[in-house]
Nanobody
Framework: QLQLVESGGGLVQPGGSLRLSCLASGFTLDYNAIGWFRQAPGKEREEVSCISSSGGNTLYANSVKGRFTISRDNAKNMVYLQMNSLKPEDTGVYYC??????????????????????????WGQGTQVTVSS
């Protein structure tokens, strides 16, 4: 069974940090670009970061650039999202998603991540992140 499972969410004060993890089972992530998405209450789901299959390309939404870092460990079949300097507006459910995409083009940034519409093949169930004092 092909599955993505997110973990690491929780409640954190403004200015704090969290590291989200995305574990793949049933398939290897070596051939997948991975995206992190979030959905705030009452808002549409948005893509906040992307990493290419080899990790050679990364992409960030302007709202998280300089605060979030995406990384991957293909040997462990894991992708991470390190989130620092968290703000209340970062609150939402965070999802990881995998696309069958070898190479760097999937996260090239030719089209801003905020406006692009690219397909992802597998989705996790999400993990809640709440930033509040």
């Amino acid at each position: 069974q092909l599955q993505l499972v997110e973990s690491g969410g929780g409640l954190v004060q403004p200015g704090g940090s969290l590291r989200l993890s995305c574990l793949a089972s049933g398939f290897t992530l070596d051939y997948n670009a991975i995206g992190w998405f979030r959905q705030a209450p009452g808002k549409e789901r948005e893509e906040v970061s992307c990493i290419s299959s080899s990790g050679g390309n990364t992409l960030y939404a302007n709202s998280v650039k300089g605060r979030f870092t995406i990384s991957r460990d293909n040997a462990k079949n894991m992708v991470y999202l390190q989130m620092n300097s968290l703000k209340p507006e970062d609150t939402g459910v965070y999802y990881c998603a995998a696309a069958w995409a070898l190479g760097t083009n999937y996260c090239s940034g030719d089209v801003p991540i905020e406006t692009r519409k690219v397909p992802y093949d597998y989705w996790g169930q999400g993990t809640q992140v709440t930033v509040s004092s």
